[in-house]
């Protein structure tokens, strides 16, 4: 949910900044495919679809589809901002596998977001309680955007790093479209034969 504060800021302070908004639309990423078919997968994971059926094998699916959109983000890696969404992600996956699957999380983010702490009961979650053998868990899910905040949640320092990305991303490519047009080399000039 801290994405979308971060794109909806990127969007206020590049229009402040003299950008344009259809100059987003010249932004090019690269495997885009594979990035929206990992995140749609996490959203039937974590809906009422699957996440019932999921089971034991669901930290690994989540995995999986975290490291395609993982995969995505390195190919985009020329973009603004994407080697700061990379870096977040890279946080978030080294925390999420090394806690089998799951992301930590503060008890107390909890409390400021719910009112009590501990996780929301759902068949399937990837987060999981901070405790003794919480392995990295300064990395976690340890920052709160408290109630009454719309859409509030816990996050992490990588959430931070992904969504100052993101921002970076659209306030650089509505100020210098140029720079956002595509993700790999220069496209070759023109050579009349």
């Given at each position: 949910?801290?994405?979308?504060?971060?794109?909806?800021?990127?969007?206020?302070?590049?229009?402040?900044?003299?950008?344009?908004?259809?100059?987003?639309?010249?932004?090019?990423?690269?495997?885009?495919?594979?990035?929206?078919?990992?995140l749609?997968?996490?959203?039937l994971?974590?809906?009422?679809?699957l996440?019932?059926?999921?089971g034991?094998?669901?930290?690994?699916?989540?995995?999986?589809?975290?490291?395609?959109?993982?995969?995505?983000?390195l190919?985009?890696?020329?973009?603004?901002?994407?080697?700061?969404?990379?870096?977040?992600?890279?946080?978030?996956?080294?925390?999420?596998?090394?806690n089998?699957?799951?992301?930590?999380?503060?008890p107390?983010?909890?409390e400021?977001?719910?009112?009590?702490?501990?996780?929301?009961?759902?068949?399937?979650?990837?987060?999981?309680?901070?405790?003794?053998?919480?392995?990295?868990?300064?990395?976690?899910?340890?920052?709160?955007?408290?109630?009454?905040?719309?859409?509030?949640?816990?996050?992490?320092?990588?959430?931070?790093?992904?969504?100052?990305?993101a921002?970076?991303?659209?306030?650089?490519?509505?100020?210098?479209?140029?720079?956002?047009?595509?993700?790999?080399p220069?496209?070759?000039?023109?050579?009349?034969?």
């Amino acid at each position: 949910m801290l994405l979308l504060y971060s794109i909806a800021f990127g969007l206020v302070i590049g229009r402040a900044a003299g950008g344009r908004f259809w100059a987003l639309a010249d932004i090019r990423i690269r495997w885009w495919p594979l990035a929206l078919g990992g995140l749609v997968f996490q959203l039937l994971l974590f809906g009422p679809l699957l996440s019932d059926r999921v089971g034991h094998a669901g930290p690994a699916l989540y995995v999986a589809s975290s490291a395609l959109v993982f995969l995505a983000m390195l190919r985009n890696l020329g973009l603004p901002g994407f080697p700061l969404l990379a870096l977040g992600a890279a946080l978030n996956m080294l925390v999420i596998v090394a806690n089998g699957g799951t992301m930590p999380s503060d008890p107390g983010a909890w409390e400021l977001v719910g009112g009590v702490a501990a996780v929301p009961i759902t068949s399937f979650t990837n987060s999981s309680l901070i405790g003794a053998g919480t392995v990295l868990p300064w990395l976690g899910d340890v920052f709160a955007l408290p109630r009454p905040v719309p859409l509030a949640n816990v996050f992490s320092i990588g959430d931070v790093l992904i969504g100052l990305g993101a921002a970076w991303c659209v306030i650089r490519s509505m100020i210098v479209p140029s720079v956002a047009r595509w993700a790999g080399p220069a496209d070759p000039p023109l050579v009349a034969r």
